[in-house]
T-cell receptor
């Protein structure tokens, strides 16, 4: 089944404790992206990757890191999480970054930083 | 500047009634427009998309949307709403990057 998977689905952590949220897709997609969803703000892009070893900042990259060493994986790293990073996070992938390609979304990761 | 606006934060309709969710965009050229639905606890699912051609686009689950260039709008419609349509709906726009609206939460009364 074609899908985007994220782990963990739920995470409660404390301020300053490094964490990684994994994202994997099995559709051989070139483009991958991370979003955070907050009430009243919709989805905002954190980082995106056009292909392996090619990443770029989205609208809200502060406090996050990403890497794209393999085509299928695009982990999101919070080196020193803070309470304002409490949010619902979505990973998405698409065939390419050109306009018009549908994005496929993972199920989301709900992160709480205490 | 690129932007997407969904003016309605919440909408409540009765089951069987018609539905229209509003979406306005700001962009200097013809955009790529999308509507996604997010059911509780789920990720986003694409309902339909518009790139060019026929301005009335049909999607899944009985939804349709109409692109109106003169009004910079891409409103989502459904003739008869089902209780299972209760969800949050996002309009999205792709110019040189993907931008989502803030969402409209739909409640369906039995």
């Amino acid at each position: 089944e074609a899908q985007v998977t994220q782990n963990p689905r739920y995470l409660i952590t404390v301020t300053g404790k490094k964490l990684t949220v994994t994202c994997s897709q099995n559709m051989n997609h070139e483009y991958m992206s991370w979003y955070r969803q907050d009430p009243g703000l919709g989805l905002r892009q954190i980082y995106y990757s056009m292909n392996v070893e090619v990443t770029d900042k989205g609208d809200v990259p502060e406090g996050y890191k990403v890497s794209r060493k393999e085509k299928r994986n695009f982990p999101l790293i919070l080196e020193s999480p803070s309470p304002n990073q409490t949010s619902l996070y979505f990973c998405a992938s698409s065939l390419g970054g050109r306009p018009g390609n549908e994005q496929f979304f993972g199920p989301g990761t709900r992160l709480t930083v205490l | 500047a690129q932007s997407v606006t969904q003016p309605d934060i919440h909408i409540t309709v009765s089951e069987g009634a018609s539905l229209e969710l509003r979406c306005n965009y700001s962009y200097g050229a013809t955009p790529y427009l999308f509507w996604y639905v997010q059911s509780p606890g789920q990720g986003l699912q694409l309902l339909l998309k518009y790139f060019s051609g026929d301005t009335l686009v049909q999607g899944i689950k009985g939804f349709e949307a109409e692109f109106k260039r003169s009004q910079s709008s891409f409103n989502l419609r459904k003739p008869s709403v089902h209780w299972s349509d209760a969800a949050e709906y996002f309009c999205a726009f792709q110019g040189y990057k993907y931008i989502f609206g803030t969402g409209t939460r739909l409640k369906v009364l039995a």
